[in-house]
């Protein structure tokens, strides 16, 4: 067992079964990584559906999104650990080349850019900019290492205490302190496209200044406030 993938999931019947058979066209074999579905009490037929594909489907005990994540890496078998979302497609080459990657020894992280699923001129916009301003983060060893597209060395994750309870930019936190343990890759051919219909709802500049506000008071030690939480049903 090469790699655990970890997916909190909630209300995501009409999705779940998609996303959870995309991964039978992983280059990787299958009886190289696991899939762990970490849900967060739905009421409809997530966890039933889920419960056919999935090689563990748990319910969530921990606070928040990256809670979620932390109960998945608590019951996971492999070294290394790759979280995305349950709106998510990913690449068929997707953990193979995350594995590559951990072949270095050096490596504790890795991440990739990110997509939109929808073919809007307005969000594929929107997403060409975030890029760039990740991949220019990155140059200057800043990394983005968000929930939807990344992966963890399972030995530096727990070494750094996992996720945080923070209302969000948790994900971006654990990258800042995982750096600690050593070196993080990202990789642009990493390429996750994600269902932007949250983004939609709430507003694209509402939801994006907020992610930026909370991602920059983490990079600098400042405290992030219940009021800035993004509440999702993720």
Not at 68 to 85: K, M, S
Not at 106 to 135: T, Y
Not at 151 to 178: E, M
Request: overall charge positive; glycine content about 8%; hydrophobic content about 40%.
């Amino acid at each position: 067992m090469k790699v655990s993938v970890v997916v909190p999931t909630y209300h995501e019947e009409s999705r779940i079964e998609s996303f959870l058979r995309q991964f039978e066209r992983q280059t990787l074999p299958r009886s190289e990584f696991e899939i762990i579905v970490v849900d967060g009490g739905s009421t409809d037929r997530t966890r039933e559906i889920a419960a056919r594909h999935a090689d563990q489907v748990v319910l969530q005990t921990s606070h928040g999104i990256g809670g979620a994540r932390n109960d998945g890496v608590a019951v996971a078998h492999a070294e290394i650990i790759a979280t995305t979302d349950s709106d998510c497609l990913v690449p068929d080459d997707w953990l193979a080349r995350i594995v590559q990657h951990f072949e270095d020894p050096r490596v504790v992280a890795v991440c990739g850019p990110d997509g939109p699923l929808e073919r809007s001129l307005k969000a594929r916009g929107i997403f060409l900019v975030v890029r760039a301003v990740i991949r220019l983060a990155a140059l200057l060893g800043l990394f983005a290492t968000g929930g939807t597209n990344s992966a963890f060395r399972k030995k530096a994750f727990l070494a750094v205490g996992g996720y945080r309870s923070l209302p969000h930019s948790d994900d971006i936190d654990l990258g800042a302190r995982i750096r600690s343990q050593g070196r993080i890759v990202y990789d642009p051919a990493l390429y996750v496209r994600l269902s932007v219909r949250r983004l939609e709802k709430q507003g694209y500049m509402r939801t994006l200044l907020l992610w930026l506000r909370g991602d920059l008071k983490v990079l600098t030690g400042q405290p992030i406030e219940a009021a800035d939480y993004a509440r999702q049903k993720y």
